[in-house]
Antibody, heavy 118, light 113 residues
Framework: EVQLVESGGDLVQPGGSLRLSCATSGFTFSDSWMSWVRQAPGKGLQWVANIKHDGSEKYYVDSVEDRFTISRDNTKKSLYLQMNSLRAEDTAVYYC???????????WGQGTLVTVSS | DIVMTQSPDSLAVSLGERATINCKSSQSVLYSSNSKNYLAWYQQKPGQPPKLLIYWASTRESGVPDRFSGSGSGTDFTLTISSLQAEDVAVYYCQQYYGTRFTFGQGTKLEIK
């Protein structure tokens, strides 16, 4: 069974930093593209970033480019999101998702809440 | 970026009746080299992560009931629930994966009339 478990969400002040983690099991992590998708409270879904199975390609939504960094450790079967210069509009539940085929998300974690507020 | 627009924003349908949700992309998501539409549909119930229903615009994910179907091509797509069940109450999202930056529609909230 595919499992994705996010952690690291917290309350942080504007301008602060946070690192999210996603521990995975039940599939060959090193063969899979992975993604982060976020959802602001009461709002819709927003794709945040993708990373290729070997980490050689990374893509970001414009609003987080230069502030967020997606990374992975295939030996630990884990995905990460380093978030710097956080803004109030980054407040959301952040989901780790497995990317299949050309870009649909077939497995999701339960999410971790990031709140940016003073 | 490709903008995805769903309609309606909310929908109320009687049990057993058909529900139809539309999704329009700001540019075609049909890839000419393989004739595939790079579009997926998801269902999200309160307090839960999204669940994949359909990819390639019309291919049902394993385990998804056959009352769910997807259709359309190019820029206009439809998710149809042929006979609404109580457990189908949720928010539905379309998503394009054409290229390297993905976008979702704003969501359609489906309720029972």
């Amino acid at each position: 069974e595919v499992q994705l478990v996010e952690s690291g969400g917290d309350l942080v002040q504007p301008g602060g930093s946070l690192r999210l983690s996603c521990a995975t099991s039940g599939f060959t992590f090193s063969d899979s593209w992975m993604s982060w998708v976020r959802q602001a409270p009461g709002k819709g879904l927003q794709w945040v970033a993708n990373i290729k199975h070997d980490g050689s390609e990374k893509y970001y939504v414009d609003s987080v480019e230069d502030r967020f960094t997606i990374s992975r450790d295939n030996t630990k079967k884990s995905l990460y999101l380093q978030m710097n210069s956080l803004r109030a509009e980054d407040t959301a539940v952040y989901y780790c998702a497995r990317f299949r085929g050309q870009g649909w998300f077939d497995s999701w974690g339960q999410g971790t809440l990031v709140t940016v507020s003073s | 970026d490709i903008v995805m627009t769903q309609s309606p924003d909310s929908l109320a349908v009687s049990l057993g009746e058909r529900a139809t949700i539309n999704c329009k992309s700001s540019q075609s998501v049909l890839y000419s080299s393989n004739s595939k539409n790079y579009l997926a549909w998801y269902q999200q119930k309160p307090g839960q992560p999204p669940k994949l229903l359909i990819y390639w615009a019309s291919t049902r994910e394993s385990g998804v009931p056959d009352r769910f179907s997807g259709s359309g091509s190019g820029t206009d797509f439809t998710l149809t629930i042929s006979s609404l069940q109580a457990e189908d109450v949720a928010v539905y999202y379309c998503q394009q994966y054409y290229g390297t930056r993905f976008t979702f529609g704003q969501g359609t909230k489906l309720e029972i009339k």
